[in-house]
DNA sequence: AGGCTATATACCCGCAACGGCATGTATGGT
DNA sequence: ACCATACATGCCGTTGCGGGTATATAGCCT
């Protein structure tokens, strides 16, 4: 509880960048996920537990089989901080030219 | 450079979003993100370096005063890596669904 | 019950990142 | 020339992360 921040932390880790790949496609078992990733099965039951802890994934307990689902929701706050920056590449040559001409005397600050 | 893969290395960093949201205002003196950070000077030169190297902050040279503004172009691929994902929240409840839907047998690689 | 399968947890190690202080370098001002 | 300003770099200490091995836990199967 208390992931109010963005989750930037946790998708900079390209191993659990490619889990959430993985299952994107469809709920994958553990082990499945860690023959992928050619890791070891502690090391990717970790990172599942960081993704757990970021609401980036969910568990469904089969017998002894755990199904983890993607659980995109926390993605959104991502997409809303990448919000503004949205549309400053591609519009012109770039954001500097607008700023820069905004700025033609006031920057000193009070 | 290399700078092929995702920064979300570089973003995963609370200061550095900060920065970039800094700049996303105007661009900025280093003295000046330096006060709004509340962070030492070479700190804020340290972190600098990081998003210059990732491209996302360029530097115009003026007498000592080094301006810092924003390159968003980097952060496409991090929108393009949110692509796939972006539509899979608010749509209907969760992912899950279609995804329990779509592997009643098949769950075995080839 | 015993053993096998599937996953989680504990512990340890190596390394890289973040922060601070001290110092280097360039430019301006006087 | 000298000192101040603005920033970068070097070095250090601490901390946290990622990975591995060993071990616990839980549920099947015979």
């Known amino acids: 509880m208390g992931s109010v921040s963005i989750p930037f932390d946790v ?3 390209p191993t659990r960048r ?3 790949d993985l ?3 469809r709920p994958r078992l553990v082990g499945e996920l860690t023959e992928h990733l050619g890791l070891s099965q502690p090391g ?3 990172h599942l537990r960081v993704l757990r802890e970021a609401g980036l994934v969910r568990v469904r ?3 002894q ?3 983890y689902e993607l659980r995109p929701e926390p993605l ?3 997409d809303a901080w990448l919000a503004p920056y949205r549309g400053l590449w591609g519009t012109s040559l770039d954001a500097l030219e607008r700023h820069l001409d905004a ?3 006031e920057m000193e600050e009070p």
């Open 65 to 67: 089989r755990r199904w």
């Open 23 to 25: 299952l994107l496609e």
């Open 11 to 13: 998708l900079a880790e």
């Open 76 to 78: 959104r706050e991502v």
């Open 18 to 20: 490619r889990i959430l």
């Open 61 to 63: 307990a089969e017998a």
């Open 103 to 105: 700025m033609p005397d």
């Open 44 to 46: 990717t039951s970790k």
